[in-house]
């Protein structure tokens, strides 16, 4: 099974800052990665598909980057709205894995 | 506009059985790749199964394999969860989610609980 590995766990930023995630693979998985959003009580949201494509109506402060093993989750300029925790997907094959998540909040 | 509707979670006994289902609505539901995702109370997202658009391939994680079936009726637009054996640690929501691409969840249910305990 392909593990992935996600940090931070959490972190605290101000508004306006600029937020990474990082989500690290066991073994290579081109491009095949996805970051979703998910807030208190609802369903998750899919931002970035294919490791760097901005889903449609995802603001473009939101963007994603890397390939094989190594990938980074950025929010260019942290919004309150964007209080939520950070998900990375992985499909390299037909077993898919997330990563443990990134709980985002407010300093 | 898209909906994926879960139903028929609730309270089972350990070792009891419960049979998810997910109305979908909205697309062409024989088109696409579907599958189960879970969370377990303040945990993170846990991938369950998959299967094709025919239902001639399924795919699970490991901790549901030979527990959990996964399949789908196209003609009443409708997927499904049977859960046999169940677990404490099958505690969770469940999501049912539809692919696009290769394996991007877009589109998501509400989600339905299912507590396991005695």
């Known amino acids: 099974d392909i593990q992935m590995t996600q940090s931070p766990s959490s972190l605290s930023a101000s508004v306006g800052d600029r937020v990474t995630i990082t989500c690290q693979a066991s073994q290579d998985i081109s491009n095949y990665l996805n970051w979703y959003q998910q807030k208190p009580g609802k369903a998750p949201k899919l931002l970035i598909y294919?490791?760097?494509n901005l889903e449609t109506g995802v603001p473009s402060r939101f963007s994603g980057s890397g390939s094989g093993t190594d990938f980074t989750f950025t929010i260019s300029s942290l919004q309150p709205e964007d209080i939520a925790t950070y998900y990375c997907?992985?499909?390299?094959?037909?077993?898919?894995?997330f990563g443990q998540g990134t709980k985002v909040e407010i300093k | 506009e898209v909906q994926l509707v879960e139903s028929g979670g609730g309270l089972v006994q350990p070792g009891g059985s419960l049979r998810l289902s997910c109305a979908a609505s909205g697309f062409t539901f024989s088109s696409y790749w579907m599958s189960w995702v879970r969370q377990a109370p303040g945990k993170g997202l846990e991938w369950v199964a998959n299967?094709?658009?025919?239902?001639?391939?399924?795919y699970y994680v490991d901790s549901v394999k030979g527990r959990f079936t996964i399949s789908r009726d196209n003609a009443k637009n409708s997927l499904y969860l049977q859960m046999n054996s169940l677990r404490a640690e099958d505690t969770a929501v469940y999501y049912c989610?539809?692919?696009?691409?290769?394996?991007?969840?877009?589109?998501w249910g509400q989600g339905t609980l299912v507590t396991v305990s005695s």
């Open positions: 989610a539809r692919v696009v691409g290769g394996g991007s969840l877009r589109y």
């Open positions: 299967i094709k658009q025919d239902g001639s391939e399924k």
């Open positions: 294919d490791a760097s």
């Open positions: 997907q992985q499909y390299d094959n037909l077993w898919w894995t």
